[in-house]
Every structure is written in C-alpha cells, then in structure tokens.
C-alpha cells in the first residue's frame, strides 16, 4: 500500500501557485519524497525529489516539514498545462526501495 | 537524450489470446520496471529488473504474465491468456541504478481484452 495520503482533487487560477499537500505520517529516516505528475494518455514525469531540506528546481518547488510528515509541492505559476494527476511517493534508497503509487491528486488548472 | 521507448502504442485482444509487449529503456539505464495501470488508479509494480536479473516480481500474476530482460536492455512482458481484468495501460520505467535515480516512464502501451 501506498505511505502517502493526498487530497483526490484541487483547482488552481492559472497564473497562480498550486500548493499541493501530501501527508506521510509513517515516514522513515532513509526513506525520500518523490513527486511524479502525469498527464493525460502520457507516463508519469519526474518533478522533483528530497530527503528533509527543501528542494527547487526549474518545474517547483518542495517543502517538506520539519518532522518530515509531510510535504507541500509548489508550483510557483501554473498553467494550463500544468493540468494532471500529481503522485507523491516516499521511497528508501536501500533496502526494499520500490516506488508505490497511490491515486494521487488531480489538479485542474482553469483559466 | 531519447525517452523509453514502448510498442504497440494500442492493442486490442479477445480474452483468453495472448499478447506481448516491448520496452526499450534509455541507454545505460540498468534497472527496467513495469507497470499496470487501471484506469483511474494510480500505476501498481509488477516487476523489477536490475540489469538482466528479477529483482522483484511479487506483485506479477505468474500463472498468466511473464517478463524477461534478455542482455539487460530490451524487455518484454507477455500475457498469456489474457483476461478482462488485464485490460489496462502498462508502463514501461527505467532509472541509471538503484539508490535515488528517478524513473523516466514511456507512454504506455493500451490493452483492451474483449
């Protein structure tokens, strides 16, 4: 079973920052936070990743908490492309390291 | 640098045929996943491969499905019979190595059992 737990569904004002939550309550020290976004009829894409320190790059932005329960991506101007279903995963990097999806949230950017 | 390559982009069977399904992985890629994704779910792991040994196949139906990664590179999946419940896109991923690579997904392959 998926670690994470996501709100199934947000809208965001094109033009403005999507701020997407994910809550992993039960997370372990070597485990990280991936974000993959997938677009209609396309694989998921990578976005970004992190283990405890915040993380940008050139598609958003990652906060993760203190306590590192949970995680917030940002992106920082959304457009309506940016309209997809956004997995958020935490995975090991030793061990049993596989990537498990959950249902995600769907985000509608709207005009 | 060229994506994952997946083929046939669709494919329509009736149940009980069988089908088969190609991945090309990004060149120096040495871990292959895939995927099945239901429509309106998220993707399920069905095996892992790290270079052309299984790392993980506990999710894969073994009486019906199968996998192999002949030379480490290519890969195919195999359903064989098909049944409804296999209708589903399944995705092709491969990631540099194990540890923190991200994976880099294909677009999918569409199957539709009748």
């Known amino acids: 079973d998926a670690k994470t737990t996501q709100p199934p569904s947000m809208d965001c004002a094109e033009g403005r920052a999507a701020n997407l939550p994910c809550n992993h309550s039960?997370?372990?020290?070597?485990?990280?936070v991936y974000w993959y976004r997938q677009i209609h009829s396309q694989g998921p894409q990578y976005i970004i990743h992190?283990?405890?320190n915040n993380e940008t790059n050139e598609m958003a932005s990652l906060i993760i908490t203190e306590d590192r329960k949970s995680s917030t991506l940002i992106l920082p101007h959304a457009t309506l492309r940016d309209t997809a279903v956004y997995y958020c995963i935490v995975r090991a990097t030793s061990g049993t390291y596989k990537y498990i999806f959950g249902t995600g949230t769907r985000l509608k950017v709207l005009a | 640098e060229a994506g994952v390559a997946q083929s046939p982009r669709y494919k329509i069977i009736e149940k009980r045929q069988s089908v088969a399904f190609w991945c090309n992985p990004i060149s120096g890629h040495a871990t292959l996943y895939w995927y099945q994704q239901i429509l309106g779910q998220g993707p399920k792991l069905l095996i892992q491969f790290q270079n052309n040994g299984v790392v993980d196949d506990s999710q894969l139906p073994k009486d019906r499905f199968s996998a192999e990664r002949l030379k480490g590179v290519d890969s195919t999946l195999k359903i064989q019979p098909a049944k409804l419940e296999d209708s589903a896109v399944y995705l092709c991923a491969s990631s540099l190595r194990e540890g923190n690579s991200p994976l880099h997904f294909g677009n999918g392959t569409r199957l539709t059992v009748t």
């Open positions: 039960t997370i372990s020290g070597n485990e990280y």
């Open positions: 992190g283990l405890k």
